[in-house]
Each structure stands twice: as structure tokens, then as C-alpha cells.
């Protein structure tokens, strides 16, 4: 049985990583989305929230579940028995990150095999970064990200107080 980590920050979940999510399920007996609690970048949505966006969006996937975590990215790994992590690449720019990254973890745990999907062409743009900014300027998303999710993108939107 292979186990597969799919690791990020997922602030918030958007259709190009459930297309990521939904292809490793396909080659995988299970995946499991690690969501990870402490990113140096700053972050719209708690870990519970981006938690709660990434289970609802992957729910009709029996072998997809959603775990948070916040040690190494290894050690998540190590603790749920999985034996591969995956990743997406859409630019060159993803490409040397994640190389880097990738040789880091090898030294860290060798046992850990790497596998990278190429982004889908529709999502090749996208980002959760330029998702936030366009719905920050209410730019049509709807292509983009499940309902839920943006839902969620307008409550954060709303000014304090307005409920
Ligand atoms: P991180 O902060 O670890 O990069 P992200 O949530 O931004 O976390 O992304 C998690 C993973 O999903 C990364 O491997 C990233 O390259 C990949 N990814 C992000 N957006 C897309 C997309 N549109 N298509 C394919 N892969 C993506």
C-alpha cells in the first residue's frame, strides 16, 4: 500500500491543487494533504480554517484525507507511514525550489521518493496568492477555487463588524 503526502500551505485551497490532489489519488492508495501550521509567509486563513477549505473541497474522495501538521515536512511524512510526497510544478521558477527543497529532504530521510506533477494548463497561472489579490479587487474566480471556498474568500472581505 502506497501513501503519498502532499504537503503546502493551502491559504486557501484552489482548483489547481485538487486537480493535484485528485490525480495522486489516482496512482496512490491514499493520499493525505498536509496542511502546515507555521509558514513564513502570512497567511488569510487560520490553519483551521484552511484545514476545514481543504476537507470540504476533497470530501466525495475516499482516499483523500486532510491533516495538519507543523514539524518537518519528513517527519509528517515518517509519522503517517507514507512512502512518497508529492508536489506541483507550474513554472521554472517552481522547478528550482522545489529541487532544492527536494534534495534537503533526501538528506533528511532517503527513504522519501519525490514526485512532482506537471500543473494542468488551465491552472498553470494559478496561485493562492494572485487567487487572494483578484478576489481582493472581486475579479470573477469562479473557474478558480470550489464555491466554499469562495464564500470564505468574501467573509474575509467583509469590514469588522459586519458580521
Ligand atoms: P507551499 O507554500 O508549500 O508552496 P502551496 O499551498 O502554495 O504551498 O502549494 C502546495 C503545492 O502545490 C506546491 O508544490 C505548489 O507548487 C503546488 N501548486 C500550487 N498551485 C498549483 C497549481 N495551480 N497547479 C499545480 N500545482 C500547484
Given at each position: 500500500m502506497i501513501t503519498a503526502i502532499y504537503p503546502g500551505?493551502?491559504?486557501?485551497?484552489t482548483n489547481g491543487h485538487i486537480d493535484i490532489a485528485l490525480r495522486s489519488a489516482r496512482l496512490f492508495h491514499r493520499v493525505i494533504i498536509g496542511v502546515y501550521a507555521f509558514p513564513k509567509k502570512e497567511v488569510m486563513f487560520s490553519l483551521e480554517e484552511r484545514v476545514h477549505l481543504a476537507r470540504e473541497a476533497v470530501k466525495?474522495?475516499?482516499?483523500i484525507t486532510v491533516e495538519p501538521y507543523g514539524d518537518l515536512t519528513v517527519e509528517f511524512a515518517r509519522k503517517v507511514g507514507a512512502q512518497v510526497m508529492v508536489r506541483g510544478l507550474r513554472v521554472s521558477g517552481d522547478f528550482e525550489w522545489e529541487f532544492d527543497m527536494a534534495m534537503m529532504n533526501r538528506r533528511l530521510n532517503p527513504e522519501l521518493e519525490m514526485v512532482c506533477f506537471m500543473a494542468s494548463p488551465q491552472f498553470q497561472f494559478l496561485s493562492s496568492s494572485i487567487l487572494k489579490e483578484v478576489a481582493r479587487l472581486r475579479g470573477n474566480i469562479n473557474d478558480l477555487v470550489p464555491a466554499h471556498v469562495i464564500n470564505a474568500l468574501a467573509e474575509k472581505q467583509k469590514p469588522a463588524g459586519t458580521g
Amino acid at each position: 500500500m502506497i501513501t503519498a503526502i502532499y504537503p503546502g500551505t493551502f491559504d486557501p485551497i484552489t482548483n489547481g491543487h485538487i486537480d493535484i490532489a485528485l490525480r495522486s489519488a489516482r496512482l496512490f492508495h491514499r493520499v493525505i494533504i498536509g496542511v502546515y501550521a507555521f509558514p513564513k509567509k502570512e497567511v488569510m486563513f487560520s490553519l483551521e480554517e484552511r484545514v476545514h477549505l481543504a476537507r470540504e473541497a476533497v470530501k466525495s474522495c475516499a482516499n483523500i484525507t486532510v491533516e495538519p501538521y507543523g514539524d518537518l515536512t519528513v517527519e509528517f511524512a515518517r509519522k503517517v507511514g507514507a512512502q512518497v510526497m508529492v508536489r506541483g510544478l507550474r513554472v521554472s521558477g517552481d522547478f528550482e525550489w522545489e529541487f532544492d527543497m527536494a534534495m534537503m529532504n533526501r538528506r533528511l530521510n532517503p527513504e522519501l521518493e519525490m514526485v512532482c506533477f506537471m500543473a494542468s494548463p488551465q491552472f498553470q497561472f494559478l496561485s493562492s496568492s494572485i487567487l487572494k489579490e483578484v478576489a481582493r479587487l472581486r475579479g470573477n474566480i469562479n473557474d478558480l477555487v470550489p464555491a466554499h471556498v469562495i464564500n470564505a474568500l468574501a467573509e474575509k472581505q467583509k469590514p469588522a463588524g459586519t458580521g
